[in-house]
């Protein structure tokens, strides 16, 4: 989805991907930082820019990586939605692929639209998997040996069987989610609801009785464009376009967002002892996470050992708590996030760490620790080697955050990977790629 937008100090056009949270213009070099008040509003333009009494229907807008954890395994994907946010029968139930196919821009105050305001509220049950026990026939072949004489000979005789197997769903979870509102303009024609972008009806029924059935108002959204300077010493941060976590070199310091505007976040370096001085031109940042975990025990390394059946032999002080889970901290494909969730948590990292920002580039940090958290559970049924043992405890698994640190880890490169020795696990830059466009 990308929008369109003017840079707000030199009027250039800037085109947006819906993932950017920095604006940059290419014209000025501005860069800044986009706070929605609530969430992101954005609309289609009219085919007809000179249409009057255009009105906006709104629709809510869902998109992030979906986790779910079923008795037939763990699987992920990603859930991109719109809906109706009115109760109505005259609009269509979704935008369907119009967001991707058109350009769209932010709705401003001084474009003094009329709104129909959304009367559903937005809620993750819409875009949950609503069953969460389901149950097919399944075919199952089999061959029977039957003994046929004496000498010991065997008949092989195929049989089929029907057999009825349960699906339950035990866990979903939704990890860099976004949910904006997208208005979409139409106008009335004849007594008809028309969609403006298509200039054509939009639907057959009698036309309208009432004078308009819906309530209308103008809105005053804005989004704030805030300078990406460090609030510790004023400096330029350093940051990419769709980066969650602010850095500053000046003061070594790293700043994340929250509604009242750039806080604290703590941060270490991890010294590696199994890089190549000179080797290491790339950072990876991970989020160490301490929960405390309810409805499963898991507070300290030595359970973490036994919950995967790990080939290990339990050391003194591993039945201390703390325990972490580790994650990654930038985005890229869900099963390949998975996967070095699961090798870094494994891997009980015990090195140590330096206080300050890395000397090489750090790739962009585009997932928050609050994305980590949404992922534990997950990754906590990845982790437990017996499933059918773990897989019905998730439903009554409590967490609570206690504490985030945001860890950066040297790696070594070749032409395709990354990989990190002290660790022992390798990133293909491909799956990086695709990731960006998550
Ligand atoms: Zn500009
Ligand atoms: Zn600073």
Avoid at 170 to 190: C, G, K, Q
Avoid at 236 to 247: H, Q
Avoid at 408 to 437: R, S, W
């Amino acid at each position: 989805m990308q929008i369109e937008h003017q840079c707000p100090r030199c009027g250039a056009p800037v085109v947006l991907e819906e993932t950017d949270t920095l604006f940059t213009c290419s014209f000025c070099k501005t860069r800044l930082y986009m706070k929605p008040r609530d969430c992101f509003r954005y609309c289609f333009s009219p085919a007809d820019p000179l249409l009057e009494q255009v009105i906006y229907v709104p629709y809510w807008r869902f998109r992030g990586v979906h986790y779910t954890c079923r008795t037939s395994g763990i699987a992920n994907g990603i859930v991109d939605k719109t809906f109706l946010a009115v109760e109505s029968k005259h609009f269509p139930q979704s935008l369907g692929l119009r967001p991707q196919a058109l350009k769209l821009h932010f709705v401003q105050p001084a474009d003094n639209f009329r709104f129909i305001p959304p009367g559903i509220p937005f809620e993750k049950s819409f875009v949950e998997a609503k069953h969460n026990v389901t149950y097919e026939t399944v075919t199952v072949h089999e061959t029977r040996f039957v003994r046929r004489g004496t000498e010991g000979d065997y008949a092989e005789i195929p049989i089929t069987r029907r057999e009825l197997r349960e699906e339950r769903l035990y866990h979903e979870a939704f990890i860099a989610d976004t949910m904006s509102l997208i208005y979409t303009p139409m106008f009335v024609r004849n007594g008809r609801f028309h969609d403006a972008i298509l200039n054509e009806p939009l639907y057959d029924g009698p036309p309208l009785h009432e004078s308009f059935p819906y309530e209308v108002f103008s809105g005053s959204w804005a989004v704030d464009f805030m300078p990406t300077l460090c609030p510790e010493c004023g400096w330029d941060t350093l940051a990419e376009r769709d980066s969650r976590i602010l850095l500053c070199n000046t003061c070594n310091s790293a700043w994340g967002n929250d509604r009242q505007g750039l806080k604290r976040i703590s941060f270490a370096t991890a010294v590696s002892t199994k890089t190549a001085q000179g080797s290491v031109r790339q950072y990876l940042p991970f989020w160490r996470i301490r929960v405390e975990i309810e409805g499963l025990k898991l507070d300290c390394y030595a359970d973490l050992v036994r919950l995967g059946n790990l080939p290990r032999v339990i050391q003194p002080g591993w039945e201390e708590p703390p325990f972490f889970f580790w994650t990654p901290a930038f985005k890229m494909t869900p099963a390949v996030y998975r996967r070095m969730s699961k090798q870094f948590t494994i891997a009980n990292f015990s090195g140590e760490f330096d206080d300050r920002l890395p000397d090489a580039p750090i790739q962009a940090i585009n997932l928050t620790a609050e994305d980590a958290v949404d992922s534990l559970i997950t990754i906590i049924a990845d982790l437990g080697i017996n499933k059918k043992k773990v897989l019905p405890l998730l439903p009554d698994i409590k967490i609570t955050p206690r504490e985030a640190l945001l860890v950066f880890f040297p790696v070594t490169e070749t032409d395709h990977e990354y990989i990190q020795p002290d660790i022992k696990c390798g990133l293909m830059k491909n799956a990086l790629e695709k990731g960006k466009n998550i």
